[in-house]
């Protein structure tokens, strides 16, 4: 009976020691978790990359409205004239990035801008009664905004509404308008340069916006835009800027897209976007 019990209990002991050892490695694989991958959710995927995509890729311009009247002012009648306008400036910023526009949006070829003095001057033509004009400027996500070019007024006879003994004209600044959009710069400029989103199908570029923008390396995505806002685009809209890889034939793709407007390079006043002209786009990114 004696070796009987003594057997019993090695054996309990054995199974007790066996039953620890066990529970000591399936702690140790819950802590370690070999071979496990994070999982990444459709919706995180698509936030990382669009999120992304729109902050280097954003672009702003303002537009702000001057509005000279010389009603019931010493004006002495419509004609071509060097314009001076006085005073505290709703602006601040680098003076080079702004610019004055007729009421057509088109640039003129002569002005001249200063927030010490508190002063803008340029030539144009003016009308008996209100004239509108606008003060643009803009912005990037990446580097100085543009820069205008601008040459000093020379027309003969200046016109101030400030002149003595009496203003040719009252003047007030109207509301800013804000226009956002996507600068087309970024989108045609390479990764590897500072500011570019544009990787084609350079795997190398790919992988390096990938660790820019902290997007998991076991998980992918394109970028691209359409030349059209419409949802009903056709593949010929189609402009891939990072679109290097596909999705293998199970992968479970997820696509986010928004309607935006592109502010072209272009230094052409009628399209360019430093002078707040835009064309409707949609952009777009893929994740699996």
């Given at each position: 009976m004696v070796n009987i019990n003594k057997k019993g209990a090695s054996h309990a002991d054995w199974a007790i020691s066996l039953g620890i050892f066990l529970l000591y490695i399936l702690s140790m694989l819950m802590i370690i978790q070999p071979g496990v991958q994070p999982i990444y959710k459709e919706d995180r995927l698509l936030k990382i990359a669009k999120d992304n995509y729109m902050a280097m890729t954003e672009y702003r311009f303002y537009k702000m409205p001057v509005v000279i009247d010389t009603t019931g002012m010493a004006f002495a009648g419509p004609g071509s004239y060097m314009v001076t306008i006085n005073g505290d400036m709703p602006f601040a910023g680098d003076e080079n990035t702004y610019a004055i526009t007729g009421a057509d949006g088109v640039p003129l070829d002569r002005f001249y801008i200063s927030f010490a003095v508190g002063k803008i001057s340029f030539d144009a033509n003016i009308l008996a009664g209100r004239n509108t004009f606008y003060v643009i400027s803009?912005?990037?996500?990446?580097?100085?905004?543009?820069?205008?070019?601008?040459?000093?007024?020379?027309?003969?006879?200046?016109?101030?509404?400030?002149?003595?003994?009496?203003?040719?004209?009252?003047?007030?600044?109207?509301?800013?308008?804000?226009?956002?959009?996507?600068?087309?710069?970024?989108?045609?400029?390479?990764?590897?340069?500072?500011?570019?989103?544009?990787?084609?199908?350079?795997?190398?570029?790919?992988?390096?916006?990938?660790?820019?923008?902290?997007?998991?390396?076991?998980?992918?995505?394109?970028?691209?835009?359409?030349?059209?806002?419409?949802?009903?685009?056709t593949a010929a809209d189609v402009v891939g800027i990072c679109d290097q890889t596909e999705p293998y034939e199970q992968a479970n793709v997820f696509v986010e897209e928004w309607a935006t407007r592109l502010f072209q390079t272009s230094d052409d006043p009628a399209v360019g976007g430093r002078y707040g002209n835009t064309m409707p786009i949609r952009m777009g990114v893929k994740v699996w």
């Open positions: 803009n912005s990037r996500a990446f580097g100085d905004p543009q820069a205008y070019s601008r040459a000093s007024p020379a027309a003969a006879t200046e016109i101030s509404n400030n002149a003595a003994p009496l203003a040719n004209f009252t003047s007030h600044f109207g509301t800013t308008e804000i226009l956002a959009g996507v600068d087309e710069e970024p989108l045609m400029t390479d990764v590897n340069t500072a500011g570019g989103v544009l990787c084609g199908d350079d795997d190398a570029q790919y992988v390096a916006l990938k660790r820019l923008w902290a997007y998991p390396a076991g998980k992918e995505f394109t970028t691209y835009y359409t030349t059209t806002a419409s949802p009903r685009y």
